[in-house]
């Protein structure tokens, strides 16, 4: 049985677009939603959780300070946790060339979303991404 799409993490630098992605996809989606502002603040919340308690999915934007979506992509991809390291990514950038997100599809990310979403259908994309992903799994 295919496992059912509950949690998310959202990794966003601009602290009002993760605001309102988060409430979007939990009062919309009915997601459960961690949220943080850098890579390096995810990566940290994640080497804290125990198997049980790890995201379904990530949200990860592709620019921002320091560490960008691509860096904190390959960082999580190298945690000691296979659970840790298997987790799907969703990047979400405003570079919405056939390219880039080739590119970043290329990286280990099962889509991209273009920023800025559409509150209306933010949900449902991601949940298209999901079920995609699971059926390619």
């Known amino acids: 049985m295919a496992k059912d799409l509950q949690k998310l993490l959202t ?3 601009d602290d009002d677009l993760r605001m309102i992605g988060a409430l979007i996809l939990e009062t919309q989606g009915g997601f459960a939603v961690d949220s943080f502002g850098s ?5 940290d919340h994640l080497d804290g959780l125990d198997e049980g308690s790890l995201p379904d999915l990530i949200l990860l934007d592709v ?22 390291r298997d987790i799907p990514v969703i990047f979400l950038t405003a570079k919405c060339q ?3 997100i080739v590119r970043l599809v290329e990286l280990g990310a099962i889509g991209v979303i ?8 933010l949900s449902q994309e991601v949940r298209d991404l999901w079920q995609n992903h699971l059926q390619k799994s």
Do not use: Y
């Open 11 to 13: 990794i966003d630098d």
């Open 39 to 43: 890579g390096q603040a995810a990566l």
């Open 63 to 84: 620019m921002m300070p320091h560490m960008d979506g691509p860096d904190t992509l390959q960082k999580i991809r190298t945690l000691p946790s296979e659970t840790k």
């Open 98 to 100: 056939p390219d880039e």
């Open 114 to 121: 273009p920023k800025p979403f559409d509150a209306m259908t």
